[in-house]
């Protein structure tokens, strides 16, 4: 863990939970605080940040990366990066081969580090997660549908359907899977640094 002071940990627990979904804001700041232990990784232990599409994981990924006092990975910029491809164009026209280099790509990480994998991740690679420390951030089907409304420069999943029919089957179907996958709520990860500082 970083050396930091109470009071320095504490202002990024707090803005962790203003980038997050503001439908779910005041129910995290209930948790944060609530007597509950909290949950924090092992040292060494691999820190994956996931969960959906546009649920704010890129934007809490330097905050993690301040108060683990680890350097943070976004994978899917990575992955941009090593093979010279878009995103969006790469998963519309080979989606099985990005799959499987997301895959890869993680399982190439360094044990120890932080990384943020894309929405699919927890759905199509549960198996890789085996032993990571593998944190949720929490998004309602409401901000998640608004978002993803408003950002045309993600990847279409369904081209065959409207992008409301869309966002509608991924995101049950997807929770669906999250829901096997053993991880933990973003706010208890971050409730064992509120508990530690206030303790």
């Known amino acids: 863990m970083s050396e930091q002071s109470a009071d320095a940990r504490r202002l990024i627990l707090v803005e962790v939970l203003d980038n997050l979904d503001p439908r779910l804001r005041h129910q995290l700041h209930a948790a944060l ?3 509950a232990p909290g949950t924090l990784p092992a040292p060494g232990q691999t820190v994956v940040i996931a969960g959906h599409r546009a ?3 890129t934007r809490v990924l330097p905050l993690l990366s301040r108060l683990l006092g680890r350097e943070g ?3 899917d910029k990575s992955l941009e990066k090593s093979s010279g491809r878009s995103l969006r164009t790469w998963v519309a026209e080979d989606p099985k081969a990005f799959r499987a280099a997301e895959r890869q790509a993680l399982l190439g990480i360094a044990p120890g580090s932080l990384v943020s994998v894309g929405g699919g991740f927890l759905s199509h690679h549960p198996d890789a997660l085996e032993g990571m420390f593998t944190l949720v951030v929490p998004i309602s089907f409401e901000t998640y549908r608004e978002r993803l409304l408003a950002d045309s420069s993600r990847p279409r999943l ?3 359907v409207s992008l409301d029919e869309e966002i509608a ?3 049950h179907e997807r929770e669906a899977l999250h829901a096997r996958v053993p991880s933990i ?3 208890d990860f971050l409730r064992g640094f509120w508990r530690e500082e206030g303790s």
């Open 158 to 160: 369904r081209p065959g």
């Open 33 to 35: 605080t609530q007597e």
């Open 55 to 57: 649920a704010g994981k």
């Open 169 to 171: 089957s991924v995101f």
């Open 185 to 187: 709520p973003l706010v």
């Open 73 to 75: 990975i976004d994978l």
